[in-house]
């Protein structure tokens, strides 16, 4: 029986492990500036904990196996030196491994979410809504008309509640449903959440922020490689959760231009 | 109140006293425990749902639209229905199972034998608490009944959708307050209950009985208890502050200007994180209530089936005190990407990887005590191993999500389901079933089946393996959690994934069948159980199976020994703690 | 009606209790009552970051001026726990009725305090400072009068003779801690409401 | 309008082989008209429905937001005429009024029906929707359709113009105008109405508009005349 359970351990170790070193499920290229690091800075935890874990369940089944069958005779023997190899090991192993990581990670943490976006970032407004985000250009005065809640309406497309009425800035605002950006080009997004919390999450671009009602939250990132990505809400928003896309079209510099010059005013 | 009034009274007569109303923590023990079963179940059945509607969501789930006819019209499943499913699964399992067997139910049944006290320090108290524990999960399962259904915000119901009512859609009307009063009134059961057990252990060890000479198990609950008492007082306020929100117009969680289902709320000046601190103080500790009972369990089992004494013990003890200390200052590795001051990243994230420390020590403790072993392998024993297996793969996927770097692409994705269900849904149940192989025979006087108690461990153990691993697949695949449909493009190729999980999680809660047939057959007619069918030490094998009103028929035990004094030379290779020097 | 304070109870049973040094055997419940002012020292203190969370996330926190009856109601809580201690020392019923009565009294002040300030309409939901005032005051009376409930007991115990130092010392714990929660409370919004 | 005309024909046959013209035709008088608005136009904005890939591959000419659809002459589609006081009884009808979702647009834009008539709500979009009539005076209720369910049926106790939407899909909107009166018709693209079958009084027609407004004005019918009621409603350009 404890053979069976050293086997059975064993199997389930190598199984999952095989199918992270194959890669069978991973994750989507990256294409943003920081994208690489978080993708070393996840390969190494990953060899790292693949190799604890394998050592660790490997260990366990082997000392099963051995002293499983060794029915009543014998004197038990504890572990050579008692616990305190257990305290050394595992502390000087965790503890370089969290010093190590930490200072690695802090790195790309800080460049994303503590360091200002670059001066000329380009600057897009994002709003998110129970079950959908619109995005915001500033049109040709390169200035965002105000945010007005009691005009908001879904109705007449309103998304933003702007109040092209009284406030000249708001007139030549874009509002679409897809995130077009330029490639190569830094981009700051204003997250503004109109309702309840959504979240702003792009796999390729390795980037990841929670929209929170009453923040207006800055997110930066640069894209590098043109082309179609989906954009998802990972905060729990309500019923429509799942359904809430956008797409993400990473154009060259010229063909955004194009595209941004086509764009009508939205109200 | 005087103390002894209370216990050494004959005692009760009447079927109502001795079984219903008692103040015996032996039969409150066994009332937690059918609580949770009943709990268990219920969660059980709505994750089968669950998994089945993410497999095949066009599939109608036959007599479903019958039962809830608003939720899943003609038997298919409605993205709010399956979200409400999500949030009383969420909550069921973690409030009402997680919580209320290891620590409330095994820990009223056998600290107080542990120690050698008769009953509880507070009898009439620890009866209190049960059935507050009851009402409140008669006031949860209320939510299913109401209007709009139960809630769909999660177990974590994070403010403004849970806070701001029926215009954040279907089931946060009624049901969110629902499970707002019912989280509420657990807390007020827990804390009393959390309350008994520390004053119990502090003050009426018998003589002999040192805090040293303590069993594990106790030691797990003591500090669990201590843990339990700090996180509940801090949830019961935040529960009061969201049901005002709620009810009273009051904006504690709530900001100025949210325009919900095209109404602009009048809320203004809440603070949404708030809400995400108060819960995650509480709930982080919460997660260590789940799974340190556990740790006390395999730690009091080990010993027993491996005839050699825990190694370490006194370093067992300290990193348990040392995770309970810890386990409030990591709080935030739940908020990296919430919109709190990325700063603070930094700072949750040190002692997130910290208490990975006594975690890992914990871990090659029980490794350590195998080594040089006479292993037995009961079903309790290979529970116990396989505990020590699964908290191992759920505590290392810990390690991605403590590092903010990483925490940025796996925040939200599946990977943070397999990592908090293999460590709180796995290895912790596979601390009851443990704890209820082994302590069945004491419990009610007969013993389970050793044959089923195997084949449930083997299907279970390859079972949960084949649900939950994969998950951390779909994490890195970047499959975002609480969808109730995958209708993105990237999704589609990992439906096959999630197609084999459902059908490896329906198969693994089929075999739970074997473990129930076990438990009401050998309850009814299991054969008869010695009093110390494991040849165990601490002092609940001092005394029959079941144990006396009083435990000890009137004599308390006086403890000489350790409690776990194995090994020894000779035909009898272990010492009872009240043996007799 | 006796009034003598019987010898420390066998509150618990003395072989129940045994500690290697042989200290003194702790009672059962004392050590619960300061488990209690523990947690719910902890609520408070939860209550008063979310307080604290609350004024920075929004410039709308305007100070509430607290009604000049609470700090007449302080003096008569502060009474209470004199005569208790009273009590406690000499004996006597009349120190326990004394508290009893001033404990009630407090009750009383503090509705009277939410009446006047309800009618000046500063509602639950009128500010988030009157929020969290009633909050923490309704909180507060709600445990002072789990407090009249262990002061009761001590009565019915004194009356029945039964009354052990061990109940009495309980009992009296928690009510001082009532007293310095209030004073704390007081401070707090005082200051900072 | 059916079932008056089969009420109608049950009468004359119940009636027995009278041949001929019933005794005393009934007198029925008509009152019909155009509306149309003054004033700037808000612009004709297209739906972003990118979101939506399957409902985008739906429409092969991009579509336009519905809430201020004009025709020729300055005439407005989508308002609803209705007698608005001096009814005399309202025979409540029972056939179902039918509510579609296709290409993830409301279809008609504007469903006009009675007190307790039936309404019936499909899903005949590949992709599920949720129906959320934010109902004030009737009860609101927010309920998912997922594709291929089966219709959502319901009735409405209230008179009342509810406005609805797919929270799923912001840019669905319509309007379920529930009236106590059968007297109702909404005008088409021309912009033209008319009510008939009025028996003689003096009846207040009133014309809503989701966005320009309602008016209403005063029509007395003496015998089985027709008679003209034109509305001219405002519009703003934001």
């Known amino acids: 029986m404890g053979r069976l359970f050293a086997v059975v351990v064993t199997l389930i170790a190598l199984a999952s492990t095989a199918f992270v070193v194959l890669h069978t499920w991973w994750l989507p290229p990256d294409i943003s500036t920081h994208g690489s690091r978080i993708d070393r800075q996840l390969n190494e935890t990953m060899i790292v904990v693949g190799v604890l874990f394998v050592a660790a369940q490997l260990g366990l089944a082997y000392f099963v196996w051995r002293f499983s069958a060794r029915g009543a005779g014998g004197p038990i023997k504890t572990f050579p030196g008692g616990p305190k190899p257990m305290v050394v090991l595992a502390t000087v192993l965790v503890g370089a491994e969290i010093l190590v990581l930490t200072f690695v990670g802090s790195k790309v943490w800080a460049e994303v979410y503590q360091s200002p976006p670059a001066p000329g970032a380009l600057q897009i407004e994002v709003q998110a809504e129970q079950f959908a985000f619109y995005f915001r250009y500033a049109g040709a005065d390169k200035k965002f008309g105000a945010m007005h809640p009691e005009l908001m309406n879904d109705a007449t497309e309103n998304f933003f509640g702007l109040d092209p009425a009284n406030d000249t800035t708001a007139r030549d605002d874009i509002v679409v449903g897809s995130l077009v950006i330029p490639a190569n080009q830094p981009v700051v997004l204003q997250l503004h959440a109109k309702d309840v919390s959504h979240s702003f999450y792009v796999p390729e671009l390795r980037i990841q922020q929670d929209f929170v009602p009453g923040m207006v939250i800055p997110l930066h990132f640069t894209a590098t490689t043109p082309g179609k990505y989906e954009l998802v809400c990972t905060q729990l928003c309500g019923l429509g959760h799942y359904n809430m896309r956008a797409f993400v079209e990473v154009k060259s510099p010229a063909e955004f231009d194009e595209w941004l010059k086509r764009q009508e005013p939205a109200l | ?581 | 009606m006796s009034t003598a304070i019987l010898p420390p109870a066998r509150g618990v049973p003395a072989k129940s209790v045994a500690t290697p040094d042989g200290r003194p055997e702790r009672r059962v419940a004392e050590t619960g009552v300061w488990i209690t002012i523990g947690t719910i020292s902890m609520s408070f203190a939860a209550l008063t970051s979310a307080l604290v969370v609350r004024q920075s996330s929004a410039p709308d926190w305007q100070h509430l001026q607290l009604p000049a009856l609470l700090y007449v109601n302080t003096l008569v809580l502060l009474g209470s726990s004199m005569t208790l201690e009273s009590f406690r020392r000499r004996g006597g019923s009349f120190g326990l009725h004394a508290t009893l009565l001033l404990g009630l009294l407090f009750l009383a002040g503090q509705v009277l305090a939410w009446r006047q300030l309800a009618a000046h309409n500063l509602g639950l939901a009128t500010g988030p400072s009157s929020a969290f005032f009633y909050v923490f005051t309704v909180l507060h009376a709600m445990h002072v009068l789990g407090g009249l409930g262990g002061l009761g007991l001590v009565e019915r115990r004194l009356a029945a003779g039964g009354l052990s130092a061990t109940t009495s010392k309980a009992a009296a714990l928690y009510w001082h801690f009532m007293a310095v929660l209030w004073l704390y409370l007081l401070a707090l919004l005082t200051l900072r409401g | 309008m059916i079932a008056r005309f089969t009420a109608l024909v049950a009468l004359v046959a119940v009636s027995g082989g009278v041949a001929g013209p019933p005794h005393r035709a009934a007198i029925a008088g008509t009152i019909s008209g155009k509306v149309t608005y003054t004033g700037t136009l808000p612009k004709i904005r297209t739906i972003d429905m990118a979101k939506e890939p399957s409902c985008v591959t739906q429409h092969s000419t991009p579509v336009t937001s519905e809430d201020a659809v004009t025709g020729p002459g300055n005439s407005v589609r989508y308002v609803v005429v209705y007698i608005s006081a001096g009814d005399q009884g309202a025979a409540a009808s029972t056939d179902t009024v039918r509510y579609d979702q296709k290409g993830c647009l409301y279809i008609p834009h504007v469903a006009v029906m009675q007190v307790h008539q039936p309404l019936a709500v499909f899903n005949n979009d590949p992709t599920s929707h949720n129906i959320h009539p934010l109902a004030r005076v009737n009860p609101e209720w927010n309920k998912s359709q997922p594709k291929g369910a089966p219709p959502i049926r319901t009735t409405w106790d209230q008179p009342e113009f509810i406005p609805v939407k797919c929270n799923v899909h912001p840019w669905m909107h319509g309007y379920f105008v529930v009236l106590a009166t059968p007297n109702f018709s909404v005008t088409d693209s021309s912009g033209s109405f008319s009510l008939t079958g009025l028996a003689p009084g003096t009846y207040t027609v009133t014309a809503w508009h989701e966005r320009f407004g309602t008016r209403s004005q005063e029509v007395t019918i003496a015998g089985s005349e027709t008679k003209t009621a034109n509305f001219v409603l405002t519009a703003r350009p934001y």
């Open chain 2, 1 to 581: 109140m005087t103390h002894s009034a209370a216990t050494v009274q004959s005692p009760p007569q009447s079927f109502l006293r001795r079984h219903v109303f008692s103040v015996d923590h032996k039969v409150i023990g066994r009332q937690y425990l059918d609580l949770a079963l009943v709990a268990v179940v219920t969660g059980m059945v709505l994750s089968w749902i669950m998994r089945f509607h993410l497999g095949w969501p066009d599939t109608p789930v036959p007599g479903l639209g019958k039962i809830a006819p608003t939720g899943a019209a003609g038997g298919v499943i409605t993205p709010e229905y399956y979200l409400a499913l999500m949030t009383m699964h969420g909550t069921i399992m973690v409030f009402f199972v997680l919580t209320t067997a290891p620590f409330a139910g095994f820990g009223n049944f056998f600290l107080p034998i542990h120690i050698g006290a008769e009953d509880m320090a507070f009898p009439r108290i620890n009866m209190t608490s049960f059935w507050v524990t009851l009402v409140a999960f008669l006031v949860l399962m209320a939510a299913f009944f109401v209007g709009d259904g139960p809630p769909l915000s999660g177990w974590t119901a994070y403010a403004p959708l849970s806070a701001v009512g029926k215009d954040a859609g279907p089931g946060q009307g009624a049901g969110q307050t629902l499970w707002a009063v019912s989280i509420a009134i657990f807390c007020v059961a827990q804390l009393l209950g959390s309350l008994n057990f520390i004053a119990t252990t502090l003050d009426l060890r018998t003589r002999g009985m040192s805090l040293a000479r303590l069993p594990f198990a106790t030691w797990a609950w003591f500090i669990t208890s201590v843990i339990a008492l700090i996180a509940f007082a801090v949830l019961l306020p935040a529960c009061i502050l969201l049901i005002l929100d709620r009810v009273a117009g009051t904006s504690f969680f709530i900001p100025a200007g949210l325009v919900i289902s095209d109404r602009l709320q009048e809320h203004a000046g809440g603070s949404p994180l708030l809400w995400q601190h108060l819960f995650w103080f509480f709930g982080h500790p919460e997660v260590y209530i789940a799974i340190l009972p556990g740790f006390g369990i395999v730690s009091q089992i080990l010993p027993v089936f491996a005839r050699k004494p825990l190694l370490g013990p006194r370093v067992f003890v300290a990193c348990l005190i040392a995770i309970a200390f810890l386990s409030y200052t990591v709080w935030g590795h739940h908020m990296f990407l919430s919109g709190m001051n990325p700063l603070s990243a930094t700072l949750f994230s040190v002692p997130t990887l910290v208490i990975t420390i006594p975690a890992a020590i914990i871990t090659l403790l029980w490794i350590g005590t195998i080594y040089g072993s006479r292993l037995r392998l009961t079903a309790a024993s290979l529970f116990a191993l396989g505990f020590v297996s699964v908290f191992v793969s759920g505590g290392l996927s810990g390690f991605f999500l403590a590092q903010p770097a990483t925490d940025i692409y796996l925040h939200g994705t599946y990977f943070v389901v397999a990592h908090f269900h293999f460590v709180m849904g796995v290895a912790a149940m596979f601390g009851i079933f443990a704890a209820t192989y082994f302590w069945f025979p004491k419990m009610f006087g007969r013993m389970m089946n050793e044959t089923l108690g195997k084949w449930h461990f083997w299907l279970t153990f390859i079972g949960v393996y084949c649900v939950f691993m994969p998950m951390h697949y779909l994490g890195l695949a970047g499959n975002v959690r609480r969808y109730s449909a995958f209708t993105d493009d990237y999704l589609q190729p990992l439906i096959p994934l999630h197609r084999f999980i459902t059908i490896a999680a329906l198969f693994t809660g089929a075999v739970q069948l074997i473990f129930f047939f076990n438990l009401v057959r050998s309850r009814l007619r299991g054969p008869a159980a010695p009093a110390n069918p494991w040849e165990a030490t601490t002092l609940e094998w001092s005394t029959s199976s079941p144990p006396p009103h009083d435990n000890f028929g009137g004599h308390p035990p006086v403890v000489t020994h350790g409690p776990d004094e194995f090994g020894a030379a000779g035909v009898r290779d272990y010492v009872m703690q009240a043996e007799p020097q």
